[in-house]
């Protein structure tokens, strides 16, 4: 099992001290393979205690095993290779995965909304942001695009509780986003976060989240390629359950 599958398991058992350790392991991995223990510890800000707790916690016994754990991961990213039939396979998993999922309320907000106010925390998100504007646009929903802190929290004045806040990262974790998204909750709009896994900082503070799975080509370090085309299909799939509920209440209206 790879270190995120175990982060994913046991997300909700860790605490914040915990969650920020989980969050600076991801952007450490290699470093972490050259340091002992206490080293690794210091690396991450909390007490080695800290750090062989949170280890036992996500499912391992020593140290030693977390670093083989985490070289594991490290070893299959890198020898990731772009295999057509593999990528294929793994979109069709995800499309099935996404199908499964329960829309009804995600797509009632939507449906209720008076403004969808959409935020992404890069240059992929903001496309993906720009494609759900240019959909719900064509179905007569207003959108409306923010680009950073400070414009969000002038918009805010105007958020209400029939209004939709939509952010989009990646990872969930995003200074940025987190500290955006907290002024957010402040107000009475309902949030939804679309990320790439299910348990993250950003998805826990919001009343919805979609997420779905990416798929990371690489040959080496400098020549890699992150997948994100499942969040189009996504996006494909929300379009369809908003325009099966829109269509429930025209007729519910209609009788």
Same mark, same amino acid.
């Given at each position: 099992?790879?270190? =995120? ?11 914040? !001290?915990?969650? /920020?350790?989980?969050? +600076? ?11 002992? =223990? ?6 991450? $800000? ?9 280890? +036992? ?35 069709? /998993? ?20 008076? !403004?969808?106010?959409?935020? $992404?925390?890069? #240059?992929?998100?903001?496309?993906? @942001? ?41 990872? $969930?974790? #995003? ?19 679309? !990320? ?9 503070? !919001? ?10 080509? =690489? ?10 085309? @499942? ?22 209206? +209609?009788?």
């Amino acid at each position: 099992m790879n270190f =995120s599958r175990m982060v994913d398991m046991n997300y909700l058992y860790l605490t914040e !001290t915990e969650k /920020n350790a989980v969050r +600076k392991i991801r952007q450490n991995k290699n470093d972490i393979q050259q340091k002992n =223990s206490t080293e690794t510890a210091k690396l991450l $800000g909390v007490s080695r205690a800290t750090l062989i707790r949170l280890i +036992k916690k996500l499912g391992m016994s020593s140290y030693m095993e977390f670093q083989i754990v985490l070289k594991q991961e490290m070893d299959m990213t890198a020898k990731s290779r772009v295999d057509m039939e593999s990528v294929a396979k793994d979109y069709h /998993n995800m499309i099935e995965t996404i199908k499964k999922y329960d829309y009804n309320e995600i797509c009632g907000q939507i449906y209720m909304a008076d !403004t969808i106010y959409l935020y $992404g925390t890069g #240059n992929e998100q903001k496309a993906i @942001a720009e494609e759900f504007k240019r959909i719900f646009l064509i179905m007569g929903k207003w959108c409306v695009d923010l680009f950073d802190y400070g414009e969000i929290e002038f918009a805010a004045k105007k958020f209400s509780d029939k209004d939709l806040f939509i952010a989009i990262s990646l990872s $969930g974790e #995003n200074k940025e986003v987190l500290d955006i998204m907290g002024m957010v909750c402040e107000t009475k709009i309902h949030t939804l976060s679309v !990320t790439r896994w299910n348990n993250n900082s950003l998805a826990r503070i !919001t009343e919805n989240n979609l997420y779905v799975g990416t798929k990371l080509l =690489s040959k080496d370090e400098q020549d890699s390629y992150e997948m994100i085309t @499942a969040f189009y299909i996504l996006l494909d799939i929300l379009s369809a359950k908003y325009l099966e509920l829109k269509e429930n209440k025209t007729s519910t209206t +209609k009788n």
